[in-house]
């Protein structure tokens, strides 16, 4: 392969790697706003947020199009290979997280001022936790550090038992008052919303595993949400 075309491909790759990087920091950036939205129930912030999304979108099209346009020109193979599938992969669950912030900002408009604002606290620290989490995943990222993104890997359950935590909570309120059905739904869809972002930085780690070893994870996931199982009989014994 002579010098020019190696340089190419190595253009090709720090393009991709720069798409990744954007979508990366716009993710943050609309899960932190998301974030402060729902703590302060700031609709106009909210309206950002949501406003925003098409950008990350747009961005993961961007870059599946010159992920496959690289592929088809240099056929590569290994880890050149491995390193543009990874590409593809991580533009998809940041693409997803955009779409979660985005959800969780539509939560602002509909929780009541008259919720009070300690329920909100767990959910926002949830919050805080799953923007830890992708932060940590992206440095991994960037840095090629399959150490930090398997520790993200596993911090996971970290995330799933405050989901655990905060889904009883919500429940128990809303057996107790019938008048916070309503609002303590949205909470616990802005909950689930958070716990998805962390299943997301998860998929990332194991992407960052892959182009670094050539392996997938051969690990079982620490999964610690029993959400799916949890009675109202169990909520009473408490």
């Not at 059905?181 to 949205?186: A, L």
């Not at 997301?200 to 799916?228: C, F, W």
């Amino acid at each position: 392969m002579s010098d020019h075309i190696v340089k190419a491909y190595d253009e090709d790759l720090a393009n991709l790697k720069t798409m990744l990087a954007q979508m990366g920091g716009l993710a943050e950036d609309h899960l932190a706003k998301a974030i402060e939205a729902l703590a302060r129930r700031d609709t106009k912030l909210a309206d950002y947020v949501i406003a925003q999304d098409e950008k990350i979108d747009a961005l993961e099209l961007q870059l599946e199009e010159r992920a496959i346009l690289t592929i088809a020109k240099r056929q590569p193979m290994a880890r050149d290979l491995r390193e543009i599938m990874v590409a593809i992969r991580i533009a998809s669950d940041l693409e997803r997280i955009g779409d979660l912030a985005k959800n969780i900002a539509k939560r602002s408009h509909a929780i009541s001022e008259a919720l009070p604002r300690k329920l909100a606290t767990g959910l926002t620290r949830m919050g805080r936790l799953s923007l830890e989490q992708l932060k940590d995943v992206l440095d991994a990222y960037t840095t090629t550090d399959d150490a930090k993104a398997l520790e993200v890997w596993r911090n996971d359950g970290e995330l799933d038992a405050l989901y655990n935590s905060i889904f009883r909570e919500l429940l128990t309120y809303m057996m107790e008052d019938p008048r916070m059905i309503g609002p303590c739904t949205h909470l616990l869809f802005g909950a689930k919303n958070f716990e998805r972002i962390g299943d997301h930085a998860t998929n990332i780690a194991e992407n960052i595993h892959y182009l670094v070893s050539g392996q997938t994870m051969r690990e079982e996931r620490p999964k610690k949400d029993t959400t799916s199982t949890t009675t109202f009989d169990s909520l009473n014994e408490r």
